[in-house]
């Protein structure tokens, strides 16, 4: 990150700097290099240099506009919300980190921090909503806040993790997304010991979530549309892996599960997994497809089932997360790639052809 300012605008001298990034600047115009502003940090800031960042499905949806209904894309857009550095300063009244410290940012940088759920430390749920890490409103520099596929980043110490140095850091950057995405719905709905538990899809938050309901003791399936990830599965643990095209697979679990995590970034037939529930059994959907999916009602209250979401997780449960990862040594699967390969990555993603999440090395964008 420079120090330089932008000639234009004097006054900002005193209150930003320039880093660089990759940016969309339109829902097709794939992402590019690009150079925009970051706040000096404030008395509660810490500025981070940031050596990695995961590419998570809504990056993808985010910056080609795909949830226009609900969050329209402001342009440049520069996605990014696992995030992983080193703090190189820190305002005066930072307590919690030093310059050197390794440090994470995951999907939120503020929040009003007085309603119930920010009081209760759920500031994903928070009445204003969170000012999110890109696309949100940024409250200090004006337009919107620009996520981690950048060098550097500027965020109050209240939203920034700390991160034990023992993990592999690249696999840890997903954690901040794909991590407590998957971690915090299987803890709100106690899944445990004794319970037989469905996740959807093998993607990025799909293999955290595998990993996750295995680390707390519960019988763990797999499904998947991709025959080419069985391995994969029952390498992170799961008893059974059912490749949900096939018909007579799905029958065969017919009302057994306690609960299923849903991962899936697409259309597809959710009634199908309804079915797979026993009777007060919960569907929880993460997965954020474009278009609605359609419900047969009669599925759910024929047996009192539940279908339900989930959204991130806030900065307490986010730390006890990283705490958990690093006392288990639980870490994504990622492929680490340059920033300047970005756009395939994209695609790739599409295909579901990524094992399991894609991290850029933000060295690249030197
Ligand atoms: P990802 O790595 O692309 O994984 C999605 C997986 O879904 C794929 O690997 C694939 O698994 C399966 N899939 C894809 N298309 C499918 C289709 N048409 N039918 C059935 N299965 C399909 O994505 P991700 O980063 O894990 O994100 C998944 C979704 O969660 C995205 O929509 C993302 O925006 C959302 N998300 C939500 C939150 C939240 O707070 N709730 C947070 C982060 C992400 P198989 O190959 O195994 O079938
Ligand atoms: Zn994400
Ligand atoms: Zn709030």
Redesign the pocket.
């Known amino acids: 990150m420079s120090g330089a300012t932008p000639q234009s605008a004097q006054q900002e001298k005193s209150v930003s700097q320039t880093a660089k990034a990759f940016a969309a600047q339109s829902p097709t115009s794939g992402l590019a290099p690009s150079t925009i502003r970051r706040r000096i940090p404030g008395v509660q800031d810490v500025q981070i240099d940031i050596l990695y960042c995961g590419v998570?499905?809504?990056d993808l949806?985010q910056a080609r506009n795909e949830w226009q209904s609900v969050m329209p894309t402001v342009y440049p857009c520069v996605p990014g919300h696992e995030i992983v550095g080193r703090v190189v300063k820190t305002g005066n009244a930072v307590t919690k980190f030093k310059a050197g410290d390794i440090a994470a940012v995951g999907c939120m940088v503020d929040s009003c921090r007085k309603c119930a759920s920010c009081r209760a430390g759920e500031e994903q749920y928070c009445d204003t909503f969170p000012t999110l890490t890109y696309n949100g409103e940024d409250k200090q520099l004006g337009g919107v806040t620009y996520g981690g596929y950048s060098e550097s980043i500027v965020v109050d110490e209240a939203f920034v993790l700390r991160v034990s140095e023992k993990l592999n850091l690249a696999g840890t950057a997903p954690l901040l997304?794909?991590g407590i995405?998957t971690y915090s719905p299987l803890r709100h709905w106690k899944v445990g010991k004794g319970q037989k538990v469905g996740v959807v899809?093998?993607?990025?938050?799909?293999h955290m979530g595998v990993k996750f309901a295995s680390a707390f003791g519960a019988e763990v399936v797999l499904f998947?549309?991709?025959p080419n990830?069985i391995a994969d599965g029952r390498r992170l643990g799961v008893h059974e892996v059912v490749v949900s095209k096939n018909d007579a697979e799905m029958q065969k679990h017919q009302q057994s599960f306690d609960f299923i995590l849903d991962?899936?970034?697409?259309?597809?037939n959710l009634n199908a997994y309804i079915d797979l529930l026993k009777r007060d059994g919960t569907l929880t959907m993460?997965?954020?497809?474009e278009q609605p999916l359609p419900i047969t009602v009669f599925g759910l209250l024929m047996k009192r089932r539940q279908l339900a979401g989930?959204?991130?997780g806030g900065t307490r449960e986010t730390q006890e997360m990283l705490d958990f990862c690093a006392e288990h040594n639980i870490t994504c699967d990622v492929e680490v790639i340059r920033a300047q390969q970005i756009n395939e990555a994209y695609e790739r993603?599409l295909k579901?052809d990524?094992k399991y999440r894609f991290v850029i090395d933000i060295a690249s964008l030197q």
């Open positions: 998570c499905h809504s949806h997304c794909a995405t899809g093998l993607g990025g938050l799909g998947t549309t991709s990830k991962t899936v970034s697409a259309e597809h993460v997965g954020a497809p989930s959204s991130i993603l579901s990524v």
